[in-house]
């Protein structure tokens, strides 16, 4: 069974760009969660979409943004890019029944200039 | 409300010496609790996890962990460290019941670094 496929790997940006990461959560389960980690703040939670509804979502101001679609399939988008917005994004996927048992991906560096 | 404090931000033990990695956390409701481990450049595998019954808890790779009501705490141990365990660990705590819908509170991590 494949695991949790976060794409690209690897992203550049310069300040005020907007930028798309993908991921694509475990065949079958139906919830996608987002994480951004920094050295400073650690791990925190974006927000979570279970069959292409948003349950939940983090104190994060509304650049930050998702969706999924019907296949389960989850992008986040940052619009207006700023400096501190560089970390690394996590994807995680849970069946959504309610133990919370997270499969995280790779994650996407971001690295904004 | 919930949080995470996890003792120590840099542990450093010899192989084959016990490690303990400190956890206590803060919740208003019953918990759920998770140890994840994170290898350089790659995301949190799961290790264990607490939801109800038994407090003493097993996971992957010999790690378990003892959930203590009395004393919040629920932190990490292995009789023997090996080289692979050098990783950097998180404590996560969740609402239990199912509600959280994808959101742990993670503590900021432990650094775990085995000698020879």
């Known amino acids: 069974k494949a695991g949790v496929t976060q794409t690209p790997r690897y992203l550049i940006k310069t300040r005020g760009q907007q930028v798309t990461l993908s991921c694509s959560p475990i065949s079958g389960h139906r919830s996608v969660s987002w994480y951004q980690q920094t050295p400073g703040q650690g791990l925190q939670f974006l927000f979570e979409y279970f069959s292409e509804t948003q349950r939940n979502k983090g104190n994060f101001p509304g650049r930050f943004s998702g969706r999924q679609f019907s296949n389960s399939r989850s992008e986040m988008n940052v619009s207006t890019l700023e400096l501190g917005d560089s970390a690394l994004y996590l994807c995680a996927s849970s069946s959504g029944t309610g133990l919370e048992k997270l499969f995280f991906g790779s994650g996407t560096q971001l690295s904004v200039l | 409300a919930q949080s995470v404090t996890q003792l120590g931000s840099h542990v450093s033990v010899s192989e084959g010496a016990l490690v303990l990695l400190r956890c206590n956390y803060s919740?208003?409701?019953?918990?759920?609790l998770f140890w994840y481990v994170q290898y350089p450049n790659q995301g949190l595998q799961l290790l264990l996890k607490y939801t109800t019954g038994a407090t003493l808890v097993k996971g992957i790779n010999g790690f378990e962990a003892e959930f203590k009501k009395s004393e919040t705490s629920f932190h990490l141990t292995k009789p023997s460290a090996h080289m692979s365990d050098a990783a950097e660990y998180f404590c996560a705590v969740s609402p239990a019941g199912g509600t959280s819908y994808g959101k742990l509170t993670f503590g900021q991590g432990t650094i775990l670094t085995v000698h020879p």
């Open positions: 919740s208003s409701v019953p918990p759920y």
